[in-house]
């Protein structure tokens, strides 16, 4: 033991190499294993995907719900129906071409931008049954947006305007024509009154607003309705 001490007092100095070879290898050997435990972490890793790969190729992969395009497709041909059903209240009503006959004039630059816009959704409108592909029933619905905001567009320039495009002979001559309109489709009016003013609605309005076939056919509906019958006096009691 005194020889011991003998020799550590002489050689103390070589404390600090020993000390620092003696941390040296703990960190040596903490590294080592560090590196053995990340090692083994990746394995587990590995082990893991490789069997969740297998377990996801032996099961079938879930099933897409196809029906949503299907539903979007519904949507696209509801909205164009919307729009083409709003643009009929004016093709089909006399009393609002008169009112805005800018939306029966194909010369005004909107209303002609409309009827385009109505041509390329028509054209691109799925027949019934057809399942189109996604490239075309995007290009569908792009256009029945277009088509929407056309007709909008045409609304809103057509009810600014009114008939603002005509002289003011022409505004006379459609104001006349809106007043007999009126005479032709009251039923307190007699049936000769009303024939009468249902051909001066078609003068006035020769040469400045065209009527299509169906408006015509609507309006004479109208004018041909017969007088209300009266009502039988109840029998005395």
Do not use: C
């Amino acid at each position: 033991m005194n020889e011991f001490l003998q020799f550590a007092g002489q050689y103390w100095w070589l404390v600090f190499p020993l000390f620092g070879m003696t941390m040296g290898a703990i960190g040596t050997v903490n590294k080592q294993r560090e590196l053995s435990a990340r090692r083994r972490h990746r394995e587990q890793l590995e082990l893991i995907r490789m069997q969740g790969g297998e377990v996801a190729a032996s099961r079938p992969a879930p099933a897409v719900a196809a029906p949503a395009a299907g539903d979007d497709l519904r949507r696209v041909e509801a909205q164009h129906d919307d729009v083409t059903h709003r643009w009929l209240d004016y093709e089909l009503d006399v009393s609002k071409l008169i009112a805005y006959p800018a939306m029966s004039d194909g010369r005004q630059p909107l209303t002609a931008a409309f009827l385009r816009a109505k041509k390329v959704a028509d054209n691109l409108r799925p027949a019934a049954g057809e399942t189109p592909s996604p490239e075309r029933a995007k290009e569908y619905r792009d256009a029945v947006t277009d088509y929407e905001v056309a007709f909008e567009l045409a609304e809103r320039d057509a009810r600014r305007v009114k008939a603002a495009a005509f002289t003011p002979d022409e505004r006379k001559r459609l104001e006349t024509a809106q007043q007999l309109l009126g005479v032709a489709v009251d039923q307190a009016a007699s049936p000769n009154e009303r024939q009468v003013a249902y051909r001066r609605v078609r003068q006035e309005l020769d040469g400045l607003i065209w009527l299509s076939d169906e408006a015509v056919e609507n309006l004479e509906k109208k004018v041909a309705l017969e007088l209300p019958s009266a009502t039988p006096p109840e029998p005395a009691a």
